[in-house]
């Protein structure tokens, strides 16, 4: 279209631009200055949201993580025992979704029990070392030792008889792991 036809349908195209002009003068200008302060607080803002992230969580232990004490522990034995495995062995508890069970050693007795050491960690309680014997074809367990340390677990006084196992328990759920290292599989839980 022509100049002049916007002039015929009530477009004024000079008045327009003034107003365009105008308008565009009237919006409020950002100095240099202003908008490196405003650039720097949000930098500052970035940085020490950063840090404090990274401050947090560095202190907080993850509890997929197995403690390295614990991974560095050979597992006790008595004589007549034969070690079988030493690796991690993560247990699979979705029922107790805040704590992490590793299964750290298994050893097989002379007379054929499977004897297990474990570590649970959570953020409420910390770390627990056990060491318990299971007997694979009766479900049965014998605590031998326990603690918040591998030195504590070490000096735990046995328990005096065998306890029957549970079925969906942490206790059973690690049976079931050493009776199957050692060649066997867990039966006679309750």
């Known amino acids: ?41 949000i930098a500052y803002w970035l940085f020490g949201a950063t840090a404090a992230l990274v401050a947090v969580t560095a202190t907080l232990p993850s509890p997929d993580r197995v403690d390295a004490s614990s991974q560095a522990q050979p597992l006790p034995t008595r ?21 992490t069970y590793a299964v750290i050693g298994v050893a097989r007795t002379a007379d054929g029990k499977a004897v297990a050491m474990n570590t649970r960690y959570s953020q409420q309680s910390g770390w627990t070392y056990t060491m318990r014997a299971y ?10 030792g326990s603690g918040d340390t591998f030195e504590q677990m070490q000096v735990y006084r046995p328990d005096p008889h065998w306890g029957q196992l549970i079925q969906g328990s942490s206790a059973m759920q690690v049976g079931a792991i050493a009776c199957n290292k050692i060649g066997k599989t867990l039966s006679g839980v309750q």
């Open 1 to 41: 279209m022509a100049a002049t036809e916007f002039g015929k349908r009530g477009l004024d195209i000079k008045a327009t631009q003034a107003a365009l002009v105008e308008h565009e003068a009237a919006k409020p200008v950002e100095t240099k200055e202003q908008r490196d302060q405003r650039l720097r607080k």
């Open 79 to 99: 004589d007549g025992w034969t070690v079988v495995s030493t690796g991690k062995i993560t247990v699979n508890r979705p029922t107790e979704p805040q704590a």
């Open 135 to 144: 007997d694979c074809e009766n479900g049965k367990l014998f605590t031998l």
